[in-house]
T-cell receptor, first 113, second 116 residues
Framework: AQSVTQPDIHITVSEGASLELRCNYS??????LFWYVQSPGQGLQLLLK????DTLVQGIKGFEAEFKRSQSSFNLRKPSVHWSDAAEYFC???????????WGAGTKLIIKP | ETGVTQTPRHLVMGMTNKKSLKCEQH?????MYWYKQSAKKPLELMFV???????ENNSVPSRFSPECPNSSHLFLHLHTLQPEDSALYLC???????????????FGPGTRLTVL
């Protein structure tokens, strides 16, 4: 079955600390992978995407993610978080032949001052 | 207006009311989506309109009825809703190419629906 797992419902990090949010997927086709962020009361904003090529992709707001096919993972990282990064983060997977996305349940990031 | 807009942003309705949610995209895309977002659950795709084709999630109750009069506008008509339908309803759009799909979706801010 196709699925996306974000194992951490909540993560708390101190401002200035590094961050890694985990995403694992199960998908039958070559995956397209996405990370979105949702601030309170807002819609989802695309942070970064992977279609092909270099497995380390850079996104907006200083985020990056690495596609590891052998581990079926697409973890999101940031070297130093800011209080404004507090939000919910969603991982999603799709493919060239299916425009529908499979979504993870999200990880809520809490920033400690 | 830019991107994807949704109105109203907040809606409170009784179970016997009829209301509609509106979505408009200003990106020139040819696919539009309705999602339901409930707390602690993955996004639930409700309906897709793409290249004049409509796809729906068979688990969506008939009290939700979509309408897509053109590629820029999408409506979700609501009638006789239940309290469990209270959620954030998100609209999204994307560009679908013939024979190839790029799934990058652009989202509106959502409509927070409360059913009393």
């Amino acid at each position: 079955a196709q699925s996306v797992t974000q194992p951490d419902i909540h993560i708390t990090v101190s401002e200035g600390a590094s961050l890694e949010l985990r995403c694992n997927y199960s998908y039958g086709a070559t995956p397209y992978l996405f990370w979105y962020v949702q601030s309170p009361g807002q819609g989802l904003q695309l942070l970064l995407k992977y279609f092909s090529g270099d497995t380390l992709v850079q996104g907006i707001k200083g985020f990056e993610a690495e596609f590891k096919r052998s581990q079926s993972s697409f973890n999101l990282r940031k070297p130093s978080v800011h209080w404004s990064d507090a939000a919910e983060y969603f991982c999603a997977v799709g493919s060239a032949s299916n425009y529908q996305l499979i979504w993870g349940a999200g990880t809520k990031l809490i920033i400690k001052p | 207006e830019t991107g994807v807009t949704q109105t109203p942003r907040h809606l409170v309705m009784g179970m016997t009311n009829k209301k509609s949610l509106k979505c408009e995209q200003h990106l020139g895309h040819n696919a539009m989506y309705w999602y339901k977002q409930s707390a602690k659950k993955p996004l639930e795709l409700m309906f897709v309109y793409s290249l004049e084709e409509r796809v729906e999630n068979n688990s969506v109750p008939s009290r939700f009825s979509p309408e897509c009069p053109n590629s820029s506008h999408l409506f979700l008509h609501l009638h006789t809703l239940q309290p469990e339908d209270s959620a954030l309803y998100l609209c999204a759009s994307s560009q679908r190419l013939a024979g190839l799909s790029y799934n990058e979706q652009f989202f509106g801010p959502g409509t927070r629906l409360t059913v009393l």
